[in-house]
């Protein structure tokens, strides 16, 4: 069996493949394709690793993927927010077009595949209740939110006639993220701890009393990989799961960032709005009803200093935790 | 000004287009063309209409259609849902990829032309509130539904980005008709009237306690040329309506039909249960909250005894009425 991770030199994606190495039990298979428009590293050196550079907006990358061996596809390949907000076209073709042929490739090639999409919070926009539910109508402000919602349904449709067996994960924001700040718009909800963490300054664009509908990687990843394992039959009528998350205020973050770094971290922080981003990132939810994603099974982070503390362990080994 | 109507030789078309060449006053116009896949005829003869006959699925057929000089388009076009059911690769590329080739030529030749775009009930389904809101999720059960829900989606994310002037309009479900029985799931709503009126038998596939949305076709095609005529800024943050309706079950039908044309009519009308269609059509809501809709000025048929006299005045003027 054959596990495949587009996305696949991106963060999320090489955590993903090493938890995948590291255990062998919950998902065994032979091979592990890593790919990605650039070449993707292994993150483990491992004989079932194959590292692909592929464009999946070329009209025949999804067909040279996906054969009848493949078990489980994860689709993390994606245009990010603020990104696909400035080049919609581009946004288009690689959140949607390649989504569509990953799909076609799935029904003729490998129909009983799992095939886990990443989706996002992003899909929610305008006025929204306190808490979103899964009735909740998906109104999005942002081409990133449109383009992983026209996946969603499309892929529904695809799950409902049996064409692929999907599911998809709405994610949290992603917090903390090791590495550089990226052009998503919630590039901040990582910058502003992981800066300070290694004694840099960070801007944060939006008001400290803004909630974020935060996971830790960690979380995340766990959950990619309990969403492949669960029997279709346990999603009913809808295969789109809220994952779980926390629900907390940027003024939250910087007390757990003190709590856990000290106030001289907090003092890294400076705040400078910026209209563009704070419009995307204040049009997503800041809390669900996730009671559906618990009782499936999926796992949530117990608060943000456990959050910031496996950042620490996980990404500052030197530091020591 | 020129107004384009796609599926201009559908039965709305040619009421819309009717409508249209007989006010000149709320849309005026130079030119209206009618395109269908098979060449249309004129409603009327007049020598405003040009009657075209254009496959939509061609790469070049929405850059033949949209120019600089339109002004309105209203894109009625589609695959119906039964229809698109049994052949999902034909509604995809017809439902959806037709869309989207004409939100591209709009986006390119006249951004400021007003696109309106048919939608339906059907993008609803699932569990479902007794009565539907503007911020209640979509979770077509179809893929009729699934496939205008994408368009619904990519058409607000145009609009927002201010490529397109669009204008979406969920359409109850339309009764009475005329002509014969078609794909529709719902073709059943206006056969068990148009037929019994003819004095031919019908058969209804779903039961008489099933609800359904109905509104008859000359508030339909009023509400479309309504919609051409309101500013933009009045839509708000989503360009997408639920057109009012009137909630009537399929015994207050058939009750409604033996007040306007007598006892012997509804005894024409047999009950044989369809399960494909009756899973359809029960997955559509029954009734919703228009309150926008009619804020908007959008109108609402007063109750089904007068839509049945409208089909009779309209299509059977030999009966008189």
């Given at each position: 069996?054959?596990?495949?991770?587009?996305?696949?030199?991106?963060?999320?994606?090489?955590?993903?493949?090493?938890?995948?190495?590291?255990?062998?039990?919950?998902?065994?298979?032979?091979?592990l394709?890593?790919?990605?428009?650039?070449q993707?590293?292994?993150?483990?050196?491992?004989?079932?690793?194959?590292?692909?550079?592929?464009?999946?907006?070329?009209?025949?990358?999804?067909?040279?993927?996906?054969?009848?061996?493949c078990?489980?596809?994860?689709?993390?390949?994606?245009?990010?927010?603020?990104?696909?907000?400035?080049?919609?076209?581009?946004?288009?073709?690689?959140?949607?077009?390649?989504?569509?042929?990953?799909?076609?490739?799935?029904?003729?090639?490998?129909?009983?595949?799992?095939?886990?999409?990443t989706?996002?919070?992003?899909?929610?926009?305008?006025?929204?209740?306190?808490?979103?539910?899964?009735?909740?109508?998906?109104?999005?402000?942002?081409?990133?939110?449109?383009?992983?919602?026209?996946c969603?349904?499309?892929?529904?449709?695809?799950?409902?006639?049996?064409?692929?067996?999907?599911?998809?994960?709405?994610?949290?924001?992603?917090?903390?993220?090791?590495?550089?700040?990226n052009?998503?718009?919630?590039?901040?909800?990582?910058?502003?701890i992981?800066?300070?963490?290694?004694?840099?300054?960070?801007?944060?664009?939006?008001?400290?009393?803004?909630?974020?509908?935060?996971?830790?990687?960690?979380?995340?990843?766990?959950?990619?990989?309990?969403?492949?394992?669960?029997?279709?039959?346990?999603?009913?009528?809808?295969?789109?799961?809220?994952?779980?998350?926390?629900?907390?205020?940027?003024?939250q973050?910087?007390?757990?960032?003190?709590?856990?770094?000290?106030?001289?971290?907090?003092?890294?922080?400076?705040f400078?709005?910026?209209?563009?981003?704070?419009?995307?990132v204040?049009?997503?939810?800041?809390?669900?009803?996730?009671?559906?994603?618990?009782?499936?099974g999926?796992?949530?982070?117990?608060?943000?200093?456990?959050?910031?503390?496996?950042?620490?362990?996980?990404?500052?080994?030197?530091?020591?935790?």
């Amino acid at each position: 069996m054959k596990i495949i991770i587009t996305g696949g030199a991106g963060f999320l994606g090489q955590r993903l493949a090493a938890a995948l190495l590291q255990d062998n039990t919950t998902l065994p298979f032979d091979e592990l394709v890593l790919a990605d428009i650039q070449q993707p590293n292994a993150p483990i050196a491992d004989p079932r690793v194959r590292c692909l550079a592929l464009d999946l907006t070329q009209p025949s990358a999804a067909e040279q993927l996906i054969d009848s061996d493949c078990g489980v596809l994860f689709h993390l390949a994606a245009i990010v927010s603020s990104h696909a907000e400035s080049d919609f076209d581009l946004g288009m073709q690689v959140n949607f077009d390649a989504t569509r042929q990953l799909l076609e490739a799935a029904r003729r090639n490998a129909p009983a595949m799992k095939f886990i999409f990443t989706s996002s919070l992003a899909v929610f926009g305008g006025q929204l209740p306190a808490t979103v539910t899964d009735d909740c109508a998906v109104k999005p402000q942002s081409s990133y939110g449109a383009q992983k919602a026209l996946c969603e349904l499309l892929i529904n449709d695809y799950a409902r006639k049996g064409f692929v067996d999907a599911r998809v994960l709405r994610l949290p924001t992603i917090s903390v993220r090791p590495g550089k700040p990226n052009k998503a718009a919630s590039s901040f909800a990582s910058g502003i701890i992981r800066e300070p963490l290694h004694g840099e300054p960070s801007v944060c664009p939006v008001s400290p009393e803004l909630a974020l509908w935060l996971s830790s990687p960690g979380t995340v990843v766990s959950n990619f990989i309990h969403a492949a394992t669960l029997p279709a039959a346990q999603f009913g009528t809808s295969r789109i799961v809220n994952l779980p998350g926390i629900s907390v205020t940027v003024q939250q973050m910087l007390a757990a960032l003190g709590e856990v770094a000290g106030e001289q971290a907090c003092a890294r922080v400076s705040f400078v709005p910026d209209e563009a981003i704070n419009r995307i990132v204040a049009s997503w939810p800041g809390n669900f009803d996730v009671q559906r994603a618990l009782a499936l099974g999926f796992r949530v982070d117990e608060n943000f200093q456990q959050v910031i503390r496996a950042f620490m362990h996980d990404e500052m080994p030197q530091v020591g935790s």
